[in-house]
């Protein structure tokens, strides 16, 4: 059950994949570097297994280790084990193809319906007009809005993705979407920042056009992975949120149960915030630019 496809080094700090540790396992089994892997989550040590003929090679934990509570490893290995659903999970380093291809999906999905809710209104009202237009027309026309939703009820394969994922609205995740990676898709009305007893700690207030709001939380450890400038940057996310009526947004998150068998749903990676198929870096760049300008022309 190979769900870690990647992990840390404690004492280079580096990030290796399994084909890389395969060619150091081979060329230097002694290495520290074998000897020192954490996961990338929680920080358990983890043993490498090198690929052989029968196996494929994967990552465990060492004797007595563990994830912790909250760590994304221990809700896929229990969720796996329980079910034999194929979209209940996710592998959890996905690709940037699998990402975007997502994305796109769930994009494309809101602005469907959206097309959708507008073609059925012209229709409305087409029957009230004395030369009607024919259906054809009317059904063919292409409407791009941007605040929109997609069916709550939704599960799909992105294409070439790869993984099976459920796809969420603000609203639709349920008690039954606990243990599953989800791409939600709305509007991203705030951004706060606290403290809690253990570490940093971001929220993200996610709504729709029907009022319905979901709350993601960033993971425990998200504050405390390697990337430079995480905090800076939903800093400024926060701040450029506040002076607008929202933006359009996907993002990929998980969900599980609370100690109150609430649905928590929490964020792993900034590079799995989108606005709406913008990555979070370009899309505060491109605001900083536009402000810029509209500074020098006032």
Known sequence: MNLIKKCNCSIDNTSYK?????????????????????????SCKLEFHRKT????AFLSTWPKEKHSDLCRFRFEYEERRNS???????????????????????????????TETENSKDQKKDKHRKNPIT????????????????????????????SR????????????????????????KKVNLDKTSDSDRAVLYITNDSGKTEKVYTAPAYFSQSTDGLRSRMETLSKIISKTNGQEFICLIYATLDSKSNIQLYLYEEGHM????????????NTEQQN?????KA
């Open 18 to 42: 399994l084909e890389d540790l395969n060619r150091l396992k081979e060329t230097n089994p002694e290495s520290k570097i074998l000897k020192n892997l954490i996961c990338p989550i929680c």
């Open 53 to 56: 003929d029968r196996r494929r």
């Open 84 to 114: 034999s659903s194929s979209y209940n999970t996710l592998d959890s380093y996905l690709n940037g193809k699998e990402v975007k291809s997502k994305v796109n999906y769930m994009y494309n999905k809101m602005h469907k319906r959206n």
């Open 135 to 162: 259906t054809k027309k009317a059904s063919s026309k292409k409407i791009t809005k941007t605040r929109g939703s997609v069916r709550s009820s939704d599960s799909q394969s992105a294409n070439s993705s790869g």
């Open 165 to 188: 994922m459920t796809y969420r609205e603000p609203g639709g995740i349920t008690l039954q979407d606990s243990g599953r990676s989800i791409t939600l898709g709305g509007i991203l």
């Open 274 to 285: 989108f606005f709406p198929k913008i990555p979070l870096g370009v899309y505060i760049y």
């Open 292 to 296: 810029k300008k509209r500074a020098l």
